[in-house]
């Protein structure tokens, strides 16, 4: 067994993700949006070449059969521990307990992420070319981090949430005396100004249902506006 992606996932609850998007969007616009991008991505995910697709999810019974009912290929796991400094060094430690020698981690904001990233961050690993690979986005943080070993110093004391994760992060690899690696930069969909990117409203777009539940959301907002 070689490549494992991990896919870090919430059931979307009205109040419980893409909170940064309201009062623009309501909760429940906000959690049907963001049900649009985990679908997206987990039926985009599909078409790689990988030996597993792991998803992590937050431990809940309804999580569980949420995730179950998208895609049953879908390897399911609870989130371990807390915060991400505790919940991704326990994905990738169970991933390579189970004999995969690479593995990559993403979570749901970007559903247009393109895949050839995914498949580059495996490729550097698999030829020595790096020890780890992250792929930075425009915020300051990172929307994919790569292993062949489980490295649990990557993942300490990172201030996450704010725009110093992806320096501190290479900063702990270096200290690891690991090979870093970036791959392109790319978006994160968490702010309302991030709503009307022209990537994501290009029809060309692939994430598709992301792109139509944005446009739908768009006229309806418009013909509010107008009509009032």
Same mark, same amino acid.
């Given at each position: 067994?070689s490549?494992a ?33 985990v679908?997206d991505?987990?039926t ?43 919940r991704?060094?326990n ?8 004999g ?18 995914i498949e580059?961050?495996? @490729?550097?690993? @698999? ?11 425009t915020d ?6 790569a ?21 501190v992060?290479?900063?702990?690899? @270096? ?22 990117r ?13 792109r ?14 107008d009509?009032g």
């Amino acid at each position: 067994m070689s490549r494992a992606l991990l896919i870090f996932a919430r059931r979307p609850s009205p109040g419980r993700v893409k909170t940064r998007l309201t009062p623009f969007l309501s909760p429940l616009e906000a959690a049907e949006l963001y049900d649009c991008m985990v679908r997206d991505l987990v039926t985009r995910t599909a078409t790689l070449k990988l030996d597993a697709r792991f998803l992590l999810y937050e431990d809940a019974e309804r999580a569980r059969a949420y995730f179950r009912e998208l895609d049953e290929e879908l390897l399911l796991l609870p989130q371990q521990g807390e915060g991400l400094g505790e919940r991704l060094p326990n994905a990738f430690a169970e991933v390579f307990r189970r004999g995969y020698r690479t593995a990559a981690v993403i979570g749901t904001d970007s559903p247009d992420l393109p895949l050839s990233f995914i498949e580059r961050a495996f @490729e550097r690993l @698999e030829s020595g070319a790096a020890d780890v690979v992250f792929g930075p986005t425009t915020d300051g943080g990172y929307y994919l981090a790569a292993v062949t070993a489980d490295q649990p110093e990557l993942f300490r004391e990172i201030p996450w949430s704010t725009d110093q994760v992806m320096t501190v992060s290479l900063q702990r690899a @270096e200290a690891a005396g690991l090979r870093p690696s970036l791959l392109p930069r790319w978006y994160d969909l968490d702010e309302p100004s991030d709503l009307a990117r022209g990537e994501l409203l290009n029809e060309q777009h692939e994430a598709s249902l992301t792109r139509g539940y944005l446009l739908k959301l768009f006229k309806g907002k418009k013909q509010t506006q107008d009509g009032g």
